[in-house]
C-alpha cells in the first residue's frame, strides 16, 4: 500500500497553498485519508510540466480511491470466492444465522460480504462495524482471507 | 440452488441466474467452482473416430467394437462421473472381463481404503461443522484445493457445539512442507521437512507416551501435540503431502489415530479431489470386496498389477472416462496408452481424447445432467443439472456401448 512519504513525492513540492493545505506534505496525508481529492492540487492538473507525477499518482490513488467508506479494498484478481471472510464477518453471523453464519452462502439481504462470480463483493457497507461515528477496529474479514486478497486503507 | 462438481465438497448453496439457457450471475461459487461452471462453454470435445468427425451412433459402435475385440480391455477414470454412471460402467467392466483402476490407486487410495473398510475412525464433515474443535491439515492445503472447506466446516462456521466462533471455539493446525495459504491463516503451522511425516508421527506417538521426542525443536512439537491432546473432537485432512510421505509407512496413521483416540476422539476425512472418488471406490468396495485395481478377467481379483501403472503394460484397449490420463500419469504410462486404442469419454477435449481412436462426447455432470455422488466425507449430495443439454451422460453412452456389444 502507498504511503504519505510516496504520495508527497508526487506532489509539486511548492507549497504553493492553493489546495487549502499549508504544505504538499499535508496534502499527502489528506489524500490518503481521503480528505482531499487529488484535483484539489489545481497546480499539478493545470500545468503541463508535471503530467507525468499527476498520472503516476492517479495510478497509486486508484486503489485507495475505490476503497469504500469504511477504507475496504478487495482485489478481486487475488481472491479465491473461498467465503472464509463472508462467514467470519460478525455482522454476517448476526445477520444471517441460517446462511453465513452456518458456512452457506448468505441468505439475508443484509450481508456486508458475498460471493459473486467466484470473487467477495462489498454490499450494505453501512452495516460495517468499522463505519460511522460509532466503529469498531474490526478485522474478521482480512485476517480469515488466505489470499490477501481484501485490506483496510 | 445447484451443486457445484467442482470439487469433492459439492457444494450445494449455488445460485445461477439463467439468461436465455446459458449461465448469467452466479453466488456462493468459489473461483474454482466458477471455472468449472463456464467450462461447459470452452474447449467442448467432438465425436471423433480415427481423428476424424464422426457420427455419435458411429463412435459409438466403433467403440463396443474395439472393447469387445480386446482380449484385455482396461477401463480408467471413473471419479468424474455420477454413482449410476459409475455402476453401469462396472455392469460393462464384467462383461468384457476387464480391468478397472482409478486415480485413487496412484493417491489417496490407502487412506480411502483404511477409512472405507473402518479401519480407521472417520465422521461426515456436518460433524465437523457440529463438533470439531481442532482440524488438522496435513500435507493439504484446501484454501488451494478445497476453497470452501475451511468456511463451510472445518474453521469459521458456528455449528451446534461451536456457537462462538473460530477464534475462541476452533484451532487450525497445517502441517506441511511449505507455508501454504492454508497455514497462513491457521492458528499453528508446523513445517515438516519433504519426505519427513512417518519421522513427524513417531516423535508425535513419543510425546503421546510421554517421551522426550527426537526432533530438532521439541518446545514446539510438544506444544503442538498439548493442543492436539486438548481436544474433545479431533479431525484430520490428510492430502496428498501426507499420502505420498507416508506410503511406505502406512501403519503409522493408525498408531497415531489410535494414540490420540485414547485420550480424546479423533477422526479421519481424506480430501479426495474429485467430485466422486470417494463414491468409485465405496461402489467397487460394495461390489467386489476392493476399492481399486481390480480385474474381471477371471471372477473378481485385486491387486498391484491391475493398478493402471502395470495393467497399461498389458491391456490391449482402453475405456477412459472423464479423465485425462495421458497429461495425468507418468510419461511412460501415457506413452503405452497412447499407443493402444483409447475410447475417450469426456465433456472436454484434452490430450487422451486427442490421442484416442474414438472420441464420445458426454454431458458435464452436476452441470448438463443431473445425478448423485459421494463428498469427500461419504455423504451422497443428489444434483440436477443446470442448463439443458443435449449431450448423451456417461450413463447413457455405458448403456449404449454394452448394448453394442
Ligand atoms: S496545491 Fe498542490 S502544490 Fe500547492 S500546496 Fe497543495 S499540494 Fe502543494
Ligand atoms: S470489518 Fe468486520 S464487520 Fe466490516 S466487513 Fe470486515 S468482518 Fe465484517
Ligand atoms: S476476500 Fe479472501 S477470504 Fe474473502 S472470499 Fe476472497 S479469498 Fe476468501
Ligand atoms: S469448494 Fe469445491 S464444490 Fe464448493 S464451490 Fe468450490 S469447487 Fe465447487
Known sequence: MVNAMEIYQLTPKTNCKKCGLPTCMAFAVALLGREKNIEDCTPLVDEPKYEAKLKKLQEVMEPIMGASETGLIVHPEKCYGCG?????????????????????????????????????????????????????????????????????? | MAVCTGCSLLCEDIEVALD????????NLCRKGLGHF???????????????????????????????????PLIFGWSNSTLDAQKAGLELARELGAVVDDTSS??????????????????????VRNYADVSIFWGSDPSSSHPRHL????????????????????????????????????????????????GLVEAMISVLDGKIPRVEDKKKLISLVTNMKKSRFGVIFPGLGMVYSLK?????????????????????????????MRGFNQTLLDQTGFINRVSFQDGVESGPEHSVMEAAKTCDA????????????????ARRLAGMPVVAVDPHRNLTTDVARVV?????????????????????IKFDGVVESERMTDLEILARIKEGL
Open chain 2, 106 to 127: 496412484i493417491c489417496q487410495g490407502w487412506i480411502v481404503e483404511k477409512v472405507l473398510r473402518k479401519e480407521i475412525p472417520t465422521c461426515t464433515l456436518d460433524d
Open chain 2, 38 to 72: 463456464k467450462s461447459i462453454y470452452l474447449d467442448r470435445a467432438r465425436p471423433a473416430v480415427d481423428g476424424k468427425e464422426a457420427g455419435i451412433d458411429e463412435a459409438i459402435d466403433k467403440a463396443a467394437g474395439i472393447l469387445k475385440n480386446a482380449k484385455k
Open chain 1, 84 to 153: 472464509n471472510c463472508v462467514v467470519a464477518c460478525p455482522v454476517n453471523v448476526a445477520n444471517d444465522p441460517r446462511g453465513s453464519a452456518i458456512g452457506l452462502g448468505p441468505k439475508s439481504d443484509k450481508a456486508i460480504l458475498v460471493v459473486e462470480d467466484g470473487v467477495v463483493k462489498c454490499l450494505n457497507m453501512e452495516e460495517c462495524r468499522r463505519f460511522g461515528p460509532n466503529k469498531i477496529m474490526c478485522n474478521a474479514c482480512t485476517a480469515t482471507c488466505p489470499s490477501k486478497a481484501i485490506e483496510f486503507v
Open chain 2, 20 to 27: 436465455g439457457g446459458k449461465m448469467g450471475k452466479t453466488r
Open chain 2, 318 to 333: 482402453a475405456l477412459v472416462i472423464g479423465s485425462d490420463p495421458v497429461s495425468s500419469l507418468p510419461a511412460a504410462v
Open chain 2, 360 to 380: 464420445i462426447p458426454s454431458a458435464a455432470s452436476g452441470l448438463e445432467a443431473g445425478g448423485s455422488a459421494l463428498r469427500m466425507d461419504g455423504v451422497e
Open chain 2, 151 to 198: 468456511s463451510r466446516f472445518s474453521y469459521y462456521p458456528r455449528g451446534e457445539k461451536r456457537q462462538r466462533g473460530y477464534e475462541e471455539d476452533r484451532t487450525a493446525i497445517t502441517i506441511d512442507v511449505r507455508k501454504s495459504p492454508t497455514a497462513d491463516i491457521s492458528d499453528e503451522y508446523y513445517r515438516v521437512l519433504p519426505g519427513g511425516d512417518a
Open chain 2, 248 to 276: 511406505g509407512r502406512k501403519e503409522l496413521l493408525d498408531a497415531l489415530v489410535e494414540k490420540l483416540n485414547q485420550s480424546s476422539r479423533y477422526s479421519v476425512i481424506p480430501m479426495v479431489g474429485h467430485y466422486n
